[in-house]
């Protein structure tokens, strides 16, 4: 390694970000050398909040997550609008498309994930061919389809719905759901196609899922559930062909003025991959984030799958997957970064440099106008397991659904659909792994219009967990209030609490106006 340290972090979302911010004052203090490469030409935003920019809930600056000007003063070298094309771990030396070369000492992967898209007559395939820029933009769509996976996708969805037109969403995923209430709530009209019986089908059980789809239709959905969608029509204008509707397995035609695509995310492996590093669904990492054929080598976000070199079949099967959510990335960015501190500071490397390969499952909270769900753990047990002791509860006339499994005494998973207070202190329960209450059902009453029944646990105590993105509690955000931030936006910026999903600025509010005027 040269006497300061060459590191060259591939990728510029919101995971890279944070590895940037955190990697920063070794950089002001000139014992690294960082240098950044990003293929698109914006500075790093938060994909997370992209639907909301695309129906006008919120403004291009609040999807910022990174002061790149500020890192440039400190001394990044960011070179944004230009993707790395090749690796050579013999020479440690990133190509680009600009035909420059960039020489590392340690490489950090943060390429991300590209949408997957299925196979329909009409649609190209999306992933890249072996040799093509690795952090670049995916295939062009047809027009009047789109992925939401960017800045001008955003911008394309935009004047659909604020013209009331008519939007199909392929998959019913919690972002897909996110994006077809949202564009709803503003005036389009919403189809959601997905092929099995109810939504959210990887975080809801199937019921709780049903009663998700009872709350979406009485919000102007319509769900076409069991629809295979085989092939995409389209009509000719002025500007060309543009999308005109969808052909299902069955013959129905669904019209539609944009299609927009969520059919999940698949890590993007391709330049690693074309290196000879050592993929399965993702990058292959261990739990301090280092490529399992190249000490040199790490990989974080979305394209890192952390396992155990140890547990490789010998098939070459590697159990397990990236995790694609927000919060653990941002975790990975920060263990990495601290790992690199310390070895540029000549310092023994900490526990704070390692992530678990098997992190608990986290809540998963749907962000939506007056439609509350939320779900967590491991759930998919039947009441009649033996090894579980497990309670629904069904009020299809309040669209309220409730299911806990406790395993050996402790809250093991759950659904909450239509309890927003219920669903609150399960996730508490949850968080503290603490049992139920003797009486289950008396979370139910939590949520009853005449409610007078106190919570078992505070959900805003000082110790809960408030932003699960970037692990703010509750007490954090008192003392943040105390010392003067009196807003959402001022909260995030102190602590970080509701830049991530954003599932979190109500509770964030909540708090605020329950704070003391300092």
Not at 32 to 55: P, S
Not at 100 to 120: K, S
Request: with cysteine; proline share 6%; charged share 20%.
């Amino acid at each position: 390694m040269t006497a300061i340290p060459r590191v060259v972090l591939i990728g510029y979302g919101p995971v890279g970000a944070r590895f940037v911010e955190e990697l920063l004052p070794e950089v002001e203090a000139g014992r690294v050398d960082l240098v950044v490469l990003g293929a698109e030409a914006e500075d790093a935003y938060n994909r997370v909040l992209l639907a909301e920019y695309a129906v006008g809930a919120t403004t291009r600056a609040r999807l910022e997550v990174a002061d790149t000007a500020a890192a440039r003063r400190a001394g990044v070298r960011i070179r944004l609008a230009e993707a790395a094309v090749a690796i050579d771990r013999v020479a440690q030396r990133v190509c680009t498309s600009r035909g420059d070369e960039v020489d590392y000492d340690r490489l950090v992967l943060a390429t991300g994930a590209r949408a997957n898209a299925p196979t329909l007559d009409g649609l190209p395939d999306l992933r890249r061919r072996r040799g093509a820029p690795a952090d670049s933009a995916p295939l062009p769509l047809p027009a009047g389809v789109t992925a939401l996976r960017d800045l001008a996708d955003a911008e394309a969805v935009a004047p659909v719905v604020a013209g009331g037109g008519r939007i199909i969403v392929l998959g019913a995923g919690v972002l897909g759901m996110e994006f077809a209430l949202l564009a709803a709530e503003h005036g389009a009209g919403v189809t959601v196609v997905h092929h099995g019986p109810a939504p959210m089908a990887r975080n809801l059980d199937e019921a709780g899922g049903r009663m998700l789809a009872l709350a979406a239709r009485a919000a102007g959905l319509e769900m076409a559930a069991h629809a295979r969608a085989e092939a995409l029509d389209f009509r000719d204008t002025d500007a060309g062909r543009v999308f005109d509707g969808i052909v299902c397995a069955d013959g129905t035609y669904l019209r539609g003025d944009l299609l927009v695509l969520s059919c999940g995310v698949g890590p993007r492996t391709e330049l690693a991959l074309d290196a000879g590093l050592a993929c399965a669904r993702g990058v292959l990492v261990d739990e301090s984030l280092r490529a399992w054929n190249d000490p040199h080598v790490f990989a974080i976000g979305d394209c890192a799958q952390i396992a155990d070199p140890g547990l490789a079949s010998g098939s070459g099967h590697v159990p397990g997957a990236p995790i694609g959510l927000i919060g653990p990335g941002w975790r990975q960015a920060t263990a990495v970064a601290a790992r690199l501190r310390a070895e540029a500071a000549g310092h023994s490397v900490g526990r704070d440099t390692a992530v678990s390969a098997h992190e608990r499952p986290t809540v998963v909270m749907l962000k939506a106008t007056g439609i509350d769900v939320v779900s967590g753990g491991d759930h998919g047990a039947e009441p009649w397991d033996p090894d579980a002791e497990v309670s629904v509860w069904i009020d299809a006339a309040r669209r309220a659904y409730l299911k806990t499994v406790v395993r050996r005494g402790t809250l093991a998973g759950f659904v909450a659909v239509g309890l927003p207070r219920a669903g609150a202190e399960l996730t508490l329960l949850y968080e503290r792994r603490s049992a139920l209450p003797v009486e289950p059902s008396a979370l139910l009453r939590l949520d009853a219009v005449d409610a007078g029944v106190a919570p078992i646990e505070d959900p805003l105590g000082p110790d809960a967990t408030v932003c699960w993105c970037n692990g703010v509690t509750a007490g954090r955000i008192a003392e943040a209030a105390s010392e003067g931030a009196g807003t959402v936006d001022e909260i995030g910026r102190r602590t970080r609490a509701g830049t991530g999903c954003g599932g979190c600025k109500g509770r964030i509010a909540a708090l605020l106006a329950a704070a003391p005027v300092p």
